[in-house]
């Protein structure tokens, strides 16, 4: 039995989830809009294979902007996003980082409030309302042969 869901609980909810896919909607619109300096910000990072990195990483984005506002598959989702924001953390703003700029210690900062909105919104999932839903399995669904 599910809870019910306050007015305010309902639209905080759809607004996180808005936010969260924002975020990754604006990210891959810039790996879109020049994969090779993408490729270059890679390879500079040390990361072998640079182009087929950035394509792995705007496909991924594209995966969970569609799974933030659909909320199929939401709490994979936002785990595995979580997990992909601490490796971009570390490995484009981490503390190597911030003796040069003292503004990459920022970014790295800001990805783990990130993380922690991500790991809340795993732990409560998409919200009842406006998310697609998987049935359950049960015997009665099996298909007959």
């Not at 809870?3 to 305010?8: E, G, P, V």
């Not at 979580?82 to 210690?105: C, D, K, M, T």
Request: hydrophobic letters at 65%; charged letters at 10%.
């Amino acid at each position: 039995m599910e809870n019910a869901q306050s007015i305010w609980q309902t639209a905080a909810i759809l607004i996180a989830r808005l936010i969260f896919t924002a975020v990754f909607v604006m990210a891959v619109s810039f790996k879109f809009m020049d994969m090779s300096a993408t490729a270059s910000y890679i390879a500079a990072a040390g990361f072998p294979f640079p182009l087929f990195l950035a394509w792995c990483a705007a496909i991924l984005e594209v995966l969970l902007a569609v799974a933030f506002l659909t909320g199929a598959l939401f709490v994979p989702a936002a785990l595995a996003a979580a997990v992909y924001v601490i490796f971009l953390g570390f490995s484009f703003h981490g503390p190597a980082r911030w003796a040069g700029n003292q503004a990459e210690f920022g970014f790295f900062v800001d990805h783990f409030v990130f993380v922690a909105g991500l790991l809340f919104a795993a732990v409560h999932g998409p919200g009842s309302v406006l998310a697609i839903r998987r049935a359950p399995w049960s015997d009665n669904n099996a298909a007959s042969a």
